[in-house]
């Protein structure tokens, strides 16, 4: 079994910080790209930021320069260091790891059970 756990959501006001994090536990071999996407309501699941096993990051437009993505392999965990937060900001957001569970074995994607991100005054 393979869990991600995320923490670190809640209510800040517009220009607040918030620090997510995603921890994975389980039986795990390798894992490869990490990564934040979010959600808001009526909207689609969208990229935010990612991350390969050797510290390249990508983000979306949007995030740029607000949000900093970061991993830690030795503790599984990947972290999204949110700054200068939006209203629009607000949604829920999921993290992604693809992960090999045993070696020789096919990488798989797993996600997290998401967190509430809400930026309002």
């Known amino acids: 079994q393979v869990q991600l756990v995320e923490s670190g959501g809640g209510l800040v006001q517009p220009g607040g910080s918030l620090r997510l994090s995603c921890a994975a536990s389980?039986?795990?071999?390798?894992?490869?790209?990490m990564g934040w996407y979010r959600q808001a309501p009526g909207s689609q699941r969208e990229l935010v930021a990612g991350?390969?096993?050797?510290?390249?990051?990508n983000y979306a437009d949007s995030v740029k320069g607000r949000f900093t993505i970061s991993r830690d392999n030795a503790k599984n965990t990947v972290y999204l260091q949110m700054n200068s937060l939006k209203p629009e900001d607000t949604a829920v957001y999921y993290c992604?790891?693809?992960?090999?569970?045993?070696?020789?074995?096919?990488?798989?994607?797993?996600w997290g059970q998401g967190t509430q991100v809400t930026v309002s005054s």
């Open positions: 991350i390969t096993s050797g510290g390249d990051t």
């Open positions: 992604n790891a693809a992960i090999q569970r045993r070696l020789f074995s096919g990488m798989n994607a797993y």
């Open positions: 389980g039986s795990i071999h390798w894992i490869g790209d």
